[in-house]
């Protein structure tokens, strides 16, 4: 239909509180506009795989402008600490999804395991393929 609209928030939504603000952001704007209610589903991503988190480490500290590549740190080993360190203040703070009256879809281990919630409508079933399908691992690819 011509009415549908889809926005993705990419942003980091680590508490309830955060949450609970953008659903009600959400809700405000479809009341103060007379629309109909506006659809929010969280994804949030979670790994516990050791390997998978050094390839992304080393990734990250390879390719971010945070690390090797403005020669902030003088080697890999340093910028993988310093990397670590921010991971665990971040993981502190970090509230993992457990309102069940949410739509949220939750990744595991890179979509290993998906858990889905409150997933309904014609937008959220094209939505769950396609974090299906994401794949961050490096392959060849053939063009024929």
């Known amino acids: 239909r011509g009415s549908d609209r889809i926005a993705i928030?990419?942003?980091t939504n680590s508490t309830n509180e955060r949450r609970n603000w953008i659903l009600q952001e959400c809700q405000n704007h479809?009341?103060?506009?007379?629309?109909?209610?506006?659809?929010?589903?969280?994804?949030?991503?979670?790994?516990?795989?050791?390997?998978?988190l050094r390839e992304n480490y080393l990734f990250k500290v390879r390719s971010s402008p945070d690390y090797l590549a403005n020669g902030k740190f003088s080697n890999e080993e340093?910028?993988?600490?310093d990397l670590e360190i921010r991971v665990r203040n971040?993981?502190?703070?970090?509230?993992?999804?457990?309102?069940?009256?949410?739509?949220y879809i939750?990744?595991?281990n890179l979509s290993s395991k998906?858990?889905?919630?409150?997933?309904?409508?014609?937008?959220?079933?094209?939505?769950?393929?396609a974090v299906m399908a994401w794949n961050v691992g490096t392959r060849p690819i053939f063009l024929c």
């Open 78 to 81: 340093e910028a993988l600490k």
């Open 9 to 11: 928030y990419d942003a």
């Open 114 to 129: 998906l858990l889905v919630n409150h997933i309904y409508g014609r937008m959220a079933k094209l939505i769950v393929p």
């Open 106 to 108: 939750k990744i595991y």
């Open 30 to 52: 479809s009341l103060t506009n007379n629309r109909s209610p506006i659809g929010v589903i969280f994804v949030e991503s979670l790994c516990d795989d050791i390997e998978l």
């Open 90 to 103: 971040y993981e502190e703070q970090y509230q993992t999804i457990e309102d069940d009256s949410m739509s």
